[in-house]
Protein backbone atom coordinates (compact mmCIF):
# COMPACT_ATOMS: atom_id res chain seq x y z
CA UNK A 1 0.00 0.00 0.00
CA UNK A 2 1.23 3.76 -0.83
CA UNK A 3 -0.06 6.80 0.16
CA UNK A 4 1.85 9.55 -1.76
CA UNK A 5 0.97 13.07 -0.56
CA UNK A 6 2.43 16.21 -2.08
CA UNK A 7 1.98 19.65 -3.54
CA UNK A 8 3.40 21.08 0.22
CA UNK A 9 5.38 24.03 0.13
CA UNK A 10 6.19 27.72 0.61
CA UNK A 11 3.31 30.03 1.08
CA UNK A 12 2.91 34.12 2.23
CA UNK A 13 -0.25 34.01 5.05
CA UNK A 14 -3.45 34.30 3.48
CA UNK A 15 -2.22 32.24 0.38
CA UNK A 16 -3.88 28.98 -0.22
CA UNK A 17 -2.48 25.46 -1.37
CA UNK A 18 -4.13 22.36 -2.69
CA UNK A 19 -2.71 18.64 -1.51
CA UNK A 20 -3.02 15.43 -3.45
CA UNK A 21 -2.80 12.26 -2.07
CA UNK A 22 -2.38 9.61 -4.34
CA UNK A 23 -3.22 5.74 -2.95
CA UNK A 24 -2.64 2.47 -5.01
CA UNK A 25 -2.41 -0.90 -3.26
CA UNK A 26 -5.43 -0.27 -1.60
CA UNK A 27 -9.22 -0.57 -2.09
CA UNK A 28 -9.66 2.80 -2.18
CA UNK A 29 -13.41 2.83 -2.60
CA UNK A 30 -13.95 1.56 0.62
CA UNK A 31 -11.55 3.26 2.73
CA UNK A 32 -12.49 6.66 4.89
CA UNK A 33 -9.58 9.23 3.91
CA UNK A 34 -8.19 11.57 6.31
CA UNK A 35 -5.28 14.24 6.97
CA UNK A 36 -3.50 15.10 10.12
CA UNK A 37 -0.54 17.32 10.45
CA UNK A 38 2.64 17.50 12.64
CA UNK A 39 3.81 21.10 13.49
CA UNK A 40 7.48 21.19 15.03
CA UNK A 41 8.15 19.93 18.38
CA UNK A 42 4.36 19.11 18.57
CA UNK A 43 1.92 16.14 18.34
CA UNK A 44 0.24 14.76 15.61
CA UNK A 45 -3.37 16.62 15.21
CA UNK A 46 -6.40 15.66 13.09
CA UNK A 47 -6.97 17.70 10.39
CA UNK A 48 -10.22 16.45 8.17
CA UNK A 49 -11.49 13.05 6.86
CA UNK A 50 -13.70 12.36 4.13
CA UNK A 51 -16.05 9.09 4.08
CA UNK A 52 -15.95 6.35 1.05
CA UNK A 53 -18.61 8.19 -0.75
CA UNK A 54 -17.58 11.40 -0.27
CA UNK A 55 -20.46 12.61 1.48
CA UNK A 56 -19.46 12.97 4.86
CA UNK A 57 -16.69 15.58 6.14
CA UNK A 58 -15.51 16.13 9.74
CA UNK A 59 -12.77 18.85 10.21
CA UNK A 60 -10.73 20.03 13.12
CA UNK A 61 -12.06 23.41 14.56
CA UNK A 62 -8.96 24.73 13.70
CA UNK A 63 -9.32 24.33 9.72
CA UNK A 64 -12.77 24.53 9.45
CA UNK A 65 -14.21 26.86 7.21
CA UNK A 66 -10.73 27.42 5.51
CA UNK A 67 -9.65 23.75 4.74
CA UNK A 68 -12.14 21.22 2.47
CA UNK A 69 -11.74 17.73 2.34
CA UNK A 70 -12.61 15.90 -1.23
CA UNK A 71 -11.80 13.16 -3.38
CA UNK A 72 -12.23 11.45 -6.76
CA UNK A 73 -12.64 7.38 -6.35
CA UNK A 74 -12.12 7.19 -10.10
CA UNK A 75 -8.74 8.65 -9.50
CA UNK A 76 -7.96 6.82 -6.17
CA UNK A 77 -7.22 10.56 -4.95
CA UNK A 78 -7.46 12.64 -1.51
CA UNK A 79 -7.45 16.17 -1.83
CA UNK A 80 -7.05 18.90 0.92
CA UNK A 81 -7.93 22.57 -0.26
CA UNK A 82 -6.45 24.92 2.18
CA UNK A 83 -7.45 28.76 2.02
CA UNK A 84 -6.72 31.68 4.39
CA UNK A 85 -3.69 30.03 5.30
CA UNK A 86 -1.66 31.15 8.80
CA UNK A 87 1.47 30.54 9.93
CA UNK A 88 0.07 28.21 12.83
CA UNK A 89 -0.92 26.04 9.88
CA UNK A 90 2.94 25.15 9.14
CA UNK A 91 3.51 21.34 9.31
CA UNK A 92 4.01 18.33 7.79
CA UNK A 93 0.91 17.51 6.48
CA UNK A 94 0.11 13.36 5.86
CA UNK A 95 -2.68 11.39 4.79
CA UNK A 96 -4.21 8.21 5.97
CA UNK A 97 -6.35 5.33 5.07
CA UNK A 98 -9.02 3.19 7.36
CA UNK A 99 -11.08 0.86 6.20
CA UNK A 100 -12.94 0.90 9.08
CA UNK A 101 -12.66 4.21 10.66
CA UNK A 102 -16.23 6.62 10.21
CA UNK A 103 -15.00 10.50 9.90
CA UNK A 104 -15.39 10.49 13.62
CA UNK A 105 -13.62 8.11 14.84
CA UNK A 106 -10.84 9.43 12.73
CA UNK A 107 -10.46 12.66 14.98
CA UNK A 108 -10.16 10.74 18.30
CA UNK A 109 -6.91 11.25 19.92
CA UNK A 110 -4.58 7.53 19.73
CA UNK A 111 -6.92 6.51 16.66
CA UNK A 112 -4.96 4.32 14.83
CA UNK A 113 -5.59 4.03 11.08
CA UNK A 114 -4.73 1.14 8.73
CA UNK A 115 -2.45 3.10 6.19
CA UNK A 116 -0.15 6.40 6.39
CA UNK A 117 2.03 8.41 3.95
CA UNK A 118 5.08 9.87 3.98
CA UNK A 119 4.03 13.64 4.77
CA UNK A 120 4.56 16.71 2.40
CA UNK A 121 5.75 20.26 3.80
CA UNK A 122 3.92 23.05 4.32
CA UNK A 123 5.52 26.69 5.22
CA UNK A 124 2.97 29.46 5.81
CA UNK A 125 5.25 32.98 6.12
CA UNK A 126 3.80 36.08 8.13
Known amino acids: VQLQASGGGLVQAGGSLRLPCAAS????????MGWFRQAPGKEREFVAA????????YYADSVKGRFAISRDNAKNTVYLSMNSLKPEDTANYYC????????????????????WGQGTKVTVSS
Open 25 to 32: GLTFGNCV
Open 96 to 115: AADRWATVQSMAKPGNKNDY
Open 50 to 57: ISWSGLNT
